[in-house]
């Protein structure tokens, strides 16, 4: 089977959707000929290339695919360009032909809402390495009681915000605004906090959630919502 592959002009447009999600998701390496490549926390590679699923003149699909040396291929994903278009009859693509593309049916492509989905998929992998079918528990730090407090307290009362000055004047007794900066800091190094401005990751949620899960008063829980 031949395979085809995207001009130049083509990667090009298709790059205006790549880097915008690379702003939003950290870990991105870069495109290497016809591919995006993201290299994420716990040894995650992630493979993003520009499709088509009519013909080779029409690229209106990007296949994702996430690797990691453990296990090989554990995660895959397809965004049809088809899926966030506003009319049935007119589907956003990129349109290649005699050396020239272009968009077609742009103004009906809600390009914004395909890129928060690549971001959540993307943000999704980190909560997936947590399985220890894929990366052994080791590879993440335990949290402590009061680390999964931080994290609920972040969740239910912050939306999802890591903001140290809002977090010491809820926990200033128990632990120093110093002590949370150097926490907010090891966490955002290893991906389980956004960069700033900070926001709790759903694989910070997950180790949080898994603290709560298995805490020996049920009473005393830490609140964790499902609100990202």
Same mark, same amino acid.
């Given at each position: 089977m031949v395979n085809f592959f995207p001009s130049y002009q083509s990667l090009r447009l298709a790059d205006q959707i790549l880097a915008a999600i690379a702003e939003q998701a950290p870990g991105y390496l870069g495109r290497i000929g016809a591919h995006w490549y993201w290299r994420m926390a716990g040894g995650v590679l992630v493979t993003v290339k520009l499709d088509y699923t009519i013909t080779e003149q029409r690229w209106d699909l990007l296949r994702a695919e996430a690797v990691t040396p453990n296990v090989g291929l554990f995660n895959a994903a397809?965004?049809?360009?088809?899926?966030?278009g506003t009319t049935i009859t007119s589907p956003p693509?990129?349109?290649?032909?005699?050396?020239?593309?272009? =968009?077609?049916?742009?103004?009906?492509?809600?390009?914004g809402h395909l890129i928060q989905d690549v971001v959540l998929w993307l943000q999704m992998l980190q909560a997936a390495v947590l399985d220890p079918q894929v990366r052994p528990p080791a590879a993440y730090p335990a949290l402590s009681a009061l680390e999964c407090e931080l994290v609920g307290h972040a969740l239910n009362a912050l939306n999802g915000h890591f903001r140290i000055k809002d977090l010491h004047s809820a926990f200033e007794e128990q632990i120093s605004r110093r002590e949370i900066a150097r926490l907010a800091?090891? =966490?955002?190094?290893?991906?389980?906090?956004?960069?700033?401005?900070?926001?709790?990751?759903?694989a910070l949620r997950s180790l949080a959630r898994d603290y709560a899960e298995g805490f020996p008063n049920e009473t005393a829980k830490p609140p964790l919502s499902d609100t990202p």
């Open positions: 397809e965004f049809p360009f088809a899926a966030y693509f990129i349109h290649e032909l005699d050396g020239e593309s272009e =968009w077609s049916n742009r103004l009906y492509f809600q390009m800091q090891r =966490w955002e190094d290893m991906d389980l906090l956004t960069e700033r401005p900070r926001r709790v990751t759903i």
